[in-house]
């Protein structure tokens, strides 16, 4: 593209003080109104310049215009998905940001769609129930937003710490929440009984249930936590929310996400156990059981469920 300095007028010069203006760079109303390309313009775009790492100067070259582009762009705008050259802007930033604070990592944000924020997308519409395909779509926009409650004004870099609870806390989850456990297979079965064991020794009134089916859970359920050691078939959208117990740190995080996005009835959630080729044991399983009901009662700490 031509460079575009101080003296220019038109179209153009409009079009770059009005991306200056939208992202909080002040040009004078004077010079917006005449489409011209003056001091105020010039300061603006030297401040642009700086603030995003270009080299120094006043003037709008292709590095310059291509940056401004990429910084207007906000959540939605765009289709997003991994290609190469691999899309970059604000809107990347953005989604990124949101799915670190859901305990979908991205990796560091840096406002490119590279293949960590593919996989963070994918286990996102995973968790969801949706067509786990990596394509951020308007629905998986859609899906971040009724989450706002929980992203919004979190640090994407965290720390988001969900770790062990207090006997109280804990306790007023099991004793109010509602929840139903059930479970797909054998070994997933022998998880959730111990699930229920340890929930009922850990307070009197617990009100966790233990179902063998979801059709049987009891009118008073509110969430159904489907347990499993067999993966998702890929790319089939389940209309249930399915999460990995693996990142322990994020899991609370990624739970409430899956719960609060569901539109069934009771909510769901369906749980991937990683159990390997190598011999489950019964020490496993107290593991799992431990390391779930711990988070589950994180995830449910002050959760409105409508």
Known sequence: METIRVGNVGAAVEDIQDRLSSIGYQV??????EGSYGRSTATAVARFRLDHGLSLGEEVDAATWSALVDECYQLGDRTLYLRLPNFHGNDVRQLQERLNVLGFSCGPVDGSYGVHTEAAVKLFQESIGALA???AFPDTFDAIERLRHVWA???ADGPHPQGSMGFARAASVLEDAGIAITAEDPISRNVAGRIWNLA????????LNLVGSPETADEGTRVLIILSTEPLPEN???GVGNIMLDDIETLPRRMRSAIQSSDTTPRA???????GAAAFTVSDAQTFAVL????ICSAFDRLEIA
Do not use: N, Q
């Not at 004078?28 to 109104?33: F, L, T, Y």
């Open 28 to 33: 004078d109303e004077a010079e917006r109104s």
């Open 133 to 135: 395909d990596g394509m």
């Open 153 to 155: 004004g979190k640090p």
């Open 200 to 207: 009922h020794a850990t307070v009197e009134d617990c009100a």
């Open 236 to 238: 089939v959208a389940t």
């Open 269 to 275: 959630v369906r749980i991937e156990l990683p159990v």
């Open 292 to 295: 779930l009901l711990d988070a």
